[in-house]
């Protein structure tokens, strides 16, 4: 989750949602990613997406069964979506999202009856988390 947060780091540093995410199969990185919207101008270019795509290359496949994904915020359903397709065994995500969590803030889609659903555990890093968003928020209500 320590990498993920740094990810997180470097999104808001280049003016995105500081959200960062990696994917780690046997101990070993093999995705990453964070928020790129603003630079893709592109909706799907989430964190989870970014590793999820690095993960996929790096392994030849796009069965993730045997990874687990930390991410720094817990995921939208674009991602959780895209998480159940992975097939990705575990999730771990750090700051509750009331907005567009679909892990618990507004919905739990990993509760659905869908298979191969991850496991899930939430409030990893959670402060540092979320004071990385909040100082990234807060400074873009200042600059108003």
Do not use: K
């Not at 320590?2 to 070993?28: F, H, K, S, T």
């Not at 100082?135 to 600059?143: D, M, P, V």
């Amino acid at each position: 989750m320590a990498q993920a947060l740094e990810l997180a780091r470097e999104a808001a540093a280049a003016g995105e949602v500081p959200v960062g995410c990696v994917i780690v199969r046997d101990g070993r990185v093999v995705g990453r990613g964070r928020n790129r919207r603003e630079e893709r101008q592109a909706t799907a270019s989430h964190a989870e997406m970014e590793a999820i795509a690095q993960a996929n290359a790096a392994l030849g496949t796009w069965r993730l069964e045997d990874c687990e994904l930390y991410v720094t915020l817990e995921p939208c359903p674009m991602c959780a979506g895209a998480i159940l397709n992975a097939r990705i065994r575990r999730v771990w995500y750090g700051a509750r999202d009331e907005a567009f969590g679909a892990c618990g803030g507004v919905t739990n889609l990993f509760m659905e009856d869908f298979p191969n659903r991850p496991a899930l555990v939430g409030g990893i890093l959670e402060e540092p988390c979320r004071q990385v968003l909040g100082a990234f928020f807060a400074g873009l209500r200042g600059g108003r």
